[in-house]
């Protein structure tokens, strides 16, 4: 049978955590463009989609992990926690990327190179694959 209290509260614990998980993600998106040495918004606006597939990988990399942390931990402090420890290892791996490994890709990305971005959406979609498996042991 059908129990609205137990409900209810399910529901209202999912909209809390819905509610924090989007504003994390929406935290690390303006944190990771701020970091970005070029504008995703404007280019993704004038039609690059390159920037926009790098973006996008960075989301990805970084929701993966706080999905894992959003079913693995026991308190919204505990997965803020590993929300802020997810953005911060994103936007490592960007700046590690993009001014060590590969010196040029901010420039491909500008220039719309497909190659450049997919490059670096897998590798922030792989980081944020092995961030969440990490964080369940």
């Keep these: 049978m059908f129990d609205w209290f137990i409900f209810q509260q399910g529901a209202i614990a999912f909209l809390i955590a819905f509610a924090m998980a989007g504003a994390f993600t929406l935290a690390f998106k303006l944190v990771y463009q701020w970091v970005t040495p070029y504008h995703e918004h404007t280019l993704i606006r004038q039609g690059n989609t390159a920037a926009?597939?790098?973006?996008?990988?960075?989301?990805?990399?970084?929701?993966?992990?706080?999905?894992?942390?959003?079913?693995?931990?026991?308190?919204?402090?505990?997965?803020?926690?590993?929300?802020?420890?997810?953005?911060?290892?994103?936007?490592?791996?960007?700046?590690?990327?993009?001014?060590?490994?590969?010196?040029?890709?901010v420039v491909r990305i500008e220039a719309g190179e497909i190659a450049a971005a997919v490059y670096l959406a897998s590798i922030s979609i792989c980081v944020g694959l092995l961030n969440a498996a990490c964080m369940t042991s």
């Design 52 to 105: 926009a597939i790098a973006l996008g990988g960075a989301l990805i990399g970084y929701v993966l992990p706080l999905a894992s942390a959003l079913s693995h931990t026991v308190s919204l402090m505990e997965c803020a926690a590993w929300a802020l420890l997810a953005g911060v290892i994103q936007i490592i791996v960007f700046v590690t990327i993009s001014r060590m490994a590969f010196r040029n890709l």
